[in-house]
Antibody, heavy 119, light 108 residues
Framework: EVQLVQSGAEVKKPGESLKISCQGFGYRFNNFWIAWVRQTPEKGLEWMGFIYPEDSDFRYSPSFEGRVTISVDKSISSAFVQWSNLTASDTGIYYC?????????????WGQGTTVSVS | SSELTQPPSVSVSPGQTARITCSGDALPQQYSFWYQQKPGQAPVMLIYKDTERPSGIPGRFSGSTSGTEVTLTISGVLPEDEGDYYC???????????FGGGTKVTVL
C-alpha cells in the first residue's frame, strides 16, 4: 500500500526550533515530488513548497520561503520540514503529500498530518 | 492572480445534485483538482486533471471546466458526502500551487 507516515504531534514555545518528518512506503520514493501543505482555520490549505528526493530540487511558496526549510533523506525515504524560530502563527496541521507522477500537478497521496502547536 | 474562489457553503438534500464552483484567472491554462476532507481526516483526491477520477472514487463525483471556472458535481448526494471540499490548481506560470478556500457541504 502506498502511504506517507508522518511524525507525531508537537507542542513548542515561541522561539524554539522544530523538525517534523514524513516517510514514504510502497512506492519509489525518490521519483515523486513531495510537498508540504499547512492547514489552519483562518487560511485553510496552503501549499508551502516541495522537493524532489532524487536530486533535492526544490521550490518554495513565496509565503513560506525563508521561514521554513524543506529537506529529504533518500536513504530512509523521508522528507522533512524544519523551523529555526517558531512563532504562534506556525500553529497548524502540516501534511506531507505526494505529487502525482503524471506531472499534472495534483496531490494523490496524503500523510495523516502532524499537528504543531506553538504557544 | 493565483487565487481560487469557492463558495463557503453548499446545502443539499439527499439524492439531489450538489455543484461546487471554483474560479480563478489561471484555470484556463492550468489543470484543476478536487479534494474531499472529512472531520479529523486528511484530504482525499476526488478529481484530477479537471475531469478524471482516481480509482476507487465513486462515479457520482464529476468535474467540469468552463473558462475561468471549474465545477465539482456530486450527483445523487449521500449523507456520507458531508464534508469540506477544496479545489487546487497552479498559477499561470505553473510553478506555484494554490488551494481554494474550501466549501462546506451540508446534507440536509
Amino acid at each position: 500500500e502506498v502511504q506517507l507516515v508522518q511524525s507525531g504531534a508537537e507542542v513548542k514555545k515561541p522561539g524554539e526550533s522544530l523538525k517534523i518528518s514524513c516517510q514514504g512506503f510502497g512506492y519509489r520514493f525518490n521519483n515523486f515530488w513531495i510537498a508540504w501543505v499547512r492547514q489552519t482555520p483562518e487560511k485553510g490549505l496552503e501549499w508551502m513548497g516541495f522537493i524532489y528526493p532524487e536530486d533535492s530540487d526544490f521550490r518554495y511558496s513565496p509565503s513560506f520561503e525563508g521561514r521554513v526549510t524543506i529537506s529529504v533523506d533518500k536513504s530512509i525515504s523521508s522528507a522533512f520540514v524544519q523551523w529555526s524560530n517558531l512563532t504562534a502563527s506556525d500553529t497548524g496541521i502540516y501534511y506531507c503529500v505526494r505529487k502525482d507522477g503524471s506531472g499534472s500537478g495534483g496531490f494523490d497521496v496524503w500523510g495523516q498530518g502532524t499537528t504543531v502547536s506553538v504557544s | 492572480s493565483s487565487e481560487l474562489t469557492q463558495p463557503p457553503s453548499v446545502s443539499v438534500s439527499p439524492g439531489q445534485t450538489a455543484r461546487i464552483t471554483c474560479s480563478g484567472d489561471a484555470l484556463p491554462q492550468q489543470y484543476s483538482f478536487w479534494y474531499q476532507q472529512k472531520p479529523g481526516q486528511a484530504p482525499v483526491m476526488l478529481i484530477y486533471k479537471d475531469t478524471e477520477r482516481p480509482s476507487g472514487i465513486p462515479g457520482r463525483f464529476s468535474g467540469s471546466t468552463s473558462g475561468t471556472e471549474v465545477t465539482l458535481t456530486i450527483s445523487g448526494v449521500l449523507p456520507e458526502d458531508e464534508g469540506d471540499y477544496y479545489c487546487q490548481s497552479a498559477d499561470s506560470s505553473g510553478k506555484f500551487y494554490v488551494f481554494g478556500g474550501g466549501t462546506k457541504v451540508t446534507v440536509l
